[in-house]
């Protein structure tokens, strides 16, 4: 397949005219071509309209149909080959098995999310039955089920070209929830983008989904974006990116006559608690973990390990020596874009510029493009009096609080934002001061993870990948895992409805074989 510069409007391909969009080799900040078309607000417009012409039809398609269509999706992702994954590379700079192991992951996000439908548990179908005889007055019958909200509008990411761009997560999650999907490509990656858009385009044809449950527009200016969350007909909005772009997409989503859900994933230094006895244990060895986890893809993951919260002493001092022999030995890397190598180095330069910070390392110096790896370290007095510290660096640089006890621990992670994650790491004797500690995080993360590091997010039923504000919008939802579905639901209740009317998901029959909650109990289909 030809990479041909074009965007997806439903059915048609075809190039845009409202100005030019460029790939950009991230090595070498080259230009890639073809050119992109940008979308003009016409564009915008009847991608919009088809949209929310084919949301009634799509809906209601079967879930057996709706599994199949993922499936097909992710098959015709792999039938991309090389190309895809060459393009991707050249784009985003990352090794050829990061991309094999995240094209990977995007296909198993769809497979999930199958398996969600043929499961039917989503729809949390509930059924309370008429109590004509109750006294003092009588029970109507009312059924529920969770229905799709419309139309979605999904950016793409640019530090995950494909599990959280096209048809990543939020793709997945809305298409199976029943919500067709207005993409607005990320300029950072738009070859790898026309190609997975393709990929959906041919599975949408192959499976006769409506026209307009998929289409892929390139925006050479920021209005298209603004345009799409502020569309009527989109219902609702995934976004990964930074807390700049999530704030004003929110602030447009909120401003509407009808305003609406952003799901945004923004910014998160996913803190790190290193605790006595581990840090006596094996001080050093947590150094070098850390760091591999620091520089795994320049460090450029939301669940980075921006901050390490650690009581002073000689396991603290084991932990930095170990840390400081492993980044020195580490190699600039490549970053995504140039404006987020330069990003992370006005990030660093702020940081090391900062009059209560010290530098404990830098990796290697390396060439145009390339990120420095920096470790600092602050105490924690002057960590909770500077607010600008807790500012995303988005690279491989992190920051040591140490602190003088367990009381100053707890003071630190109270003056902490909302995180995605955070890590501790302990031995069996550090449970009890570990207790002490666990209330707070659970206030301030999503996910919490024990002797080890938020980067890999396992694509599962149970994981959570959300967090509170600034980390997420919502820190009640996760765009990771099978309840990823959730945010592009809502429940309708139905009274007194005659069997006929009913959804298939609540007739008395239970056609779809459901489990379903039956006067407040969970009830098996029947054999």
Known sequence: MTIQGEQIIGQAISKGGQGTVYGIAAATGEKLEPAFGGASKADLGRACALADAAFDT??????????????????????????????????SGLPRPRIEGERGRTMGQLRLFAGVLRDGGYLDARIDPAMPDRQPLPRP????????????????????????????????????????????????????SELVGRAVHAAVEKCGMPEGTFSLLFAAERAIGEGLVADHRIKAVGFTGSRTGGTALMKIAANRPEPIPVYAEMSSINPVLLFLGALKERGAAIGKAFVGSLTLGAGQFCTNPGLIIAVEGEGLDAFLRGAEE????????????????SAYAKGVAAVEGHASVSVVAKGQAGETLRGQAALFRVSASDFVKSAELQDEMFGSASIVVVCRDAAE?????????????????????????????LPLLERKAGRILVNGFGTGVEVAHAMVHGGPYPSTADGRSTSVGSKAIDRFLRPVCYQDLPDGLLPDALKDANPLGLWRRMDGKMTAPKA
């Open 58 to 91: 799509y809906r209601e398609t079967s879930l057996e149909d709706r599994a199949r269509f993922l499936e097909t999706i992710a098959d015709e992702i792999l039938a991309l080959g090389d190309e895809l994954v060459e393009r991707c590379m050249a784009e």
């Open 141 to 192: 019958d009312l059924r529920l089920r969770n229905v799709p909200v419309g139309p979605v509008a999904v950016f793409g990411a640019s530090n995950f070209p494909l599990a959280f761009s096209v048809a990543g997560g939020d793709t997945a999650s809305a298409l199976a929830a029943g919500c067709p999907v207005v993409v607005k490509a990320h300029s950072a990656h738009p070859g790898t």
């Open 326 to 341: 492993a980044l020195v030995a580490a190699p600039a890397a490549v970053m995504l874009t140039p404006g987020i190598c």
């Open 409 to 437: 621990i707890k003071s630190v992670v109270s003056a902490l934002e909302g995180q995605l994650t955070a890590a501790i790491h302990i031995t069996e004797g550090d449970h009890e001061a570990a207790r002490a500690v």
